[in-house]
């Protein structure tokens, strides 16, 4: 059995504190953790339950560590316990903390997709399917991609992208090239970009003048 002894505030961390058992410092802990636990001065703590109380502020360590992480850039479930893995967390730690942030809402697949779908849309001027493949690199369920896809993009505006992208090539980059060089450079330009064929097909009859 032991006592606590003692609970002394750290100096270069406010909100974490030191715990003395029968006299002797033995493990540092949040001031999160130490409320909900009700640790005070006195109380008698055995093996399981110090144990207990070890294994909480570890499940609270790796709570913080994903706030932290999403406090710099949104990110989705995949990427937060990757980075908590390579942080060194436990497993089972990591699955309270992410049950924990998915409870709260501070990670949300879902919210993320659509979220990642207008930013590569807007700023980009991705395709549907470069955008797909990016979502599915980053380990979004596949039914959230296809969801999420379907809902914000409409095909009629997709295409009016590409054309409006292929138009400024054209009278850029493109602007000395032949006919037989626009249609190739274009082509794979617009397919690097994540649009379909029958889009690029389309696009390129219309800028070569073939409809």
Do not use: P, W
Request: glycine share 4%; net charge neutral.
């Amino acid at each position: 059995m032991h006592i606590i002894t003692k609970i002394e505030q750290q100096k270069k961390n406010i909100h974490r504190y030191s715990v003395f058992l029968n006299e002797e410092y033995s493990f540092s802990i949040s001031e999160d953790t130490l409320v909900k636990l009700r640790l005070k001065k006195s109380m008698e703590i055995d093996k399981d339950r110090l144990d207990y109380i070890l294994e909480q502020e570890e499940i609270d360590s790796c709570k913080a560590y994903g706030l932290k992480l999403l406090s710099y850039k949104a990110r989705n479930e995949y990427e937060i316990k990757d980075k908590m893995l390579k942080k060194g967390y436990n497993e089972n730690h990591i699955e309270e903390a992410i049950k924990y942030l998915r409870e709260q809402n501070y990670i949300d697949d879902e919210e993320y997709a659509k979220n990642y779908i207008q930013d590569r849309v807007k700023i980009k001027k991705l395709g549907y399917n470069r955008i797909k493949g990016e979502l599915f690199q980053k380990r979004i369920d596949g039914e959230i991609i296809e969801d999420t896809l379907n809902e914000l993009i409409d095909m009629e505006d997709e295409y009016k992208r590409a054309l409006e992208l292929a138009e400024k090539k054209v009278n850029t980059t493109y602007r000395n090239d032949d006919t037989q060089a626009v249609y190739r450079k274009l082509g794979g330009f617009l397919q690097r970009k994540g649009y379909s064929m029958d889009i690029i097909i389309k696009v390129l009859n219309k800028i070569l003048k073939h409809e």
